[in-house]
């Protein structure tokens, strides 16, 4: 299996709970997407939307 189709792309961002610098790996292929991803640091629950051209939010899980 070839591997040369795979794109992704690391985005720096803060933490909606924490407000820590936090690195996500997204895939800038898929047109949107929504998934929850804990955080790095503090290790709360935090809801991340993509959208077109490479636009990434994080919200809090509880919101």
Same mark, same amino acid.
Request: hydrophobic content about 30%.
């Given at each position: 299996? /070839? %591997?040369? !189709?795979? #794109?992704t792309?690391l985005?720096? %961002?803060r +933490? *909606?709970y924490?407000?820590a /610098?936090? !690195?996500l790996?997204?895939? *800038?292929?898929?047109? #949107? @997407?929504?998934y929850?991803?804990? +955080?790095e640091v503090c290790c @709360? *629950?935090m $809801?991340?939307f993509t959208?077109?051209d490479n636009i $990434?939010? %994080?919200?809090r899980?509880?919101?």
């Open positions: 299996m /070839s %591997l040369d !189709h795979l #794109s792309e985005v720096d %961002l +933490c *909606p924490c407000d /610098s936090i !690195h790996i997204v895939d *800038p292929t898929e047109d #949107s @997407q929504e929850t991803e804990d +955080c @709360q *629950p $809801v991340v959208e077109g $990434v939010r %994080l919200a899980e509880d919101e």
